[in-house]
Nanobody
Framework: VQLQASGGGLVQPGGSLRLSCAAP???????????IDWYRQAPGKQREMVAS???????KYEDSVKGRFTISRDNSKKRIYLQMNSLKPDDTAVYYC???????WGQGTLVTVSS
């Protein structure tokens, strides 16, 4: 599964960003069955899972982002989104999308939260 992450950038604390993970070469019927995670890796830290969404729509979040981040999917567009609100400097990291069953990774998109 080829994944393409996008949407990162520089934002002030308290701001919002929406990340997108596309699977352009995956046929629609296959995309429906994908279980997708968003991970992030901050400088000097281990990669950690931020949010996940299963093929049935079940979602899960890491404690520090609960209530601020929302993961969603649009199967018709073959995209997974991560809406990030109330961003903090600690959210600064490279964000990666990952498909659980095939262990496929996107290329990462940098999010920088700074004033």
């Amino acid at each position: 599964v080829q994944l393409q992450a996008s949407g990162g950038g520089l934002v002030q604390p308290g701001g919002s960003l929406r990340l997108s993970c596309a699977a352009p070469r995956t046929i629609s019927s296959t995309f429906w069955g994908l279980d997708i995670d968003w991970y992030r890796q901050a400088p000097g830290k281990q990669r950690e899972m931020v949010a996940s969404i299963m093929s049935d729509g079940t979602t899960k979040y890491e404690d520090s982002v609960k209530g601020r981040f929302t993961i969603s999917r649009d199967n018709s567009k073959k995209r997974i989104y991560l809406q990030m609100n109330s961003l903090k400097p600690d959210d600064t990291a490279v964000y990666y999308c990952h498909e659980f069953n095939s262990d496929s990774w996107g290329q990462g998109t940098l999010v920088t939260v700074s004033s």
